[in-house]
């Protein structure tokens, strides 16, 4: 409704401004001349035809504005609706946010049903897309289709925040090591193993004989 109403008030501003004394056909002819594209340019093409057979009841600009208010205040809602529902992507949104942004454009767009899980699906990750349609009982609707994907969303990136982890603390397998005692000696809780540090020296509990000189004297490590 926001295009048409817009649509009106520049024609009318015009048409104020430089076609005022014009007869109403010439005002009706150059309003329609710019209704363009899509629908309209069918719906135009009937209007015209009505106009030249007499049969319209269109005769000045203002029932013009009245009529195409009339047909075109929700059609063009919708027609904007779908044209955006065809063009959403999920790009780097999560699943999440794709939903949400999916179920404000598809309000109004008049699609429902296996249409409607088709445009959600074209711009679905294609990773989640896969797996729920290769399942045993994939989803039926679309809000099946988006609860079960944003879960499996969810999941995945569960996923690589605990790989990432993991591969950190595989990095560092004796996990912190900070000196207790001093010096002259104390001992280091590690992983698995005992590590003494005696005089400078680190020592770890699998080498008792002659011991894992790891530091120079007096040096420190930590692991973290």
Not at 48 to 67: C, H, I, Q, R, Y
Request: proline share 2%.
């Amino acid at each position: 409704m926001e295009e048409v109403s817009t649509f009106i008030n520049v024609a009318c501003i015009y048409i104020r401004m430089k076609i005022m004394d014009e007869a109403a056909t010439t005002q009706v002819a150059w309003v329609l001349s710019y209704v363009q594209g899509g629908v309209a340019e069918a719906w135009k093409d009937n209007l015209m035809n009505e106009l030249a057979k007499g049969e319209s009841e269109v005769d000045t600009v203002e029932t013009l504005f009245t009529k195409i208010r009339n047909d075109f205040g929700e059609t063009l809602e919708e027609e904007r609706k779908i044209e955006q529902l065809r063009t959403i992507e999920q790009e780097g949104r999560t699943c999440d946010k794709y939903v949400q942004v999916f179920k404000k454009v598809a309000r109004g767009s008049s699609y429902e049903g296996r249409p409607l899980i088709e445009e959600f699906k074209r711009e679905l990750s294609g990773a989640i897309k896969r797996k729920l349609v290769e399942v045993e009982e994939p989803p039926t609707t679309i809000g099946e289709w988006q609860e079960r994907a944003v879960r499996l969303d969810r999941n995945q990136r569960q996923s690589r925040v605990e790989k990432r982890m993991l591969g950190r603390n595989a990095a560092c397998p004796g996990g912190n090591v900070q000196p207790r005692g001093g010096f002259g000696g104390g001992s280091y809780g590690g992983r698995g193993r005992q590590i003494i540090w005696w005089a400078g020296v680190l020592h770890t509990g699998e080498n008792k004989g002659g011991g894992e000189n790891m530091f120079s004297r007096g040096g420190n490590q930590t692991c973290s």
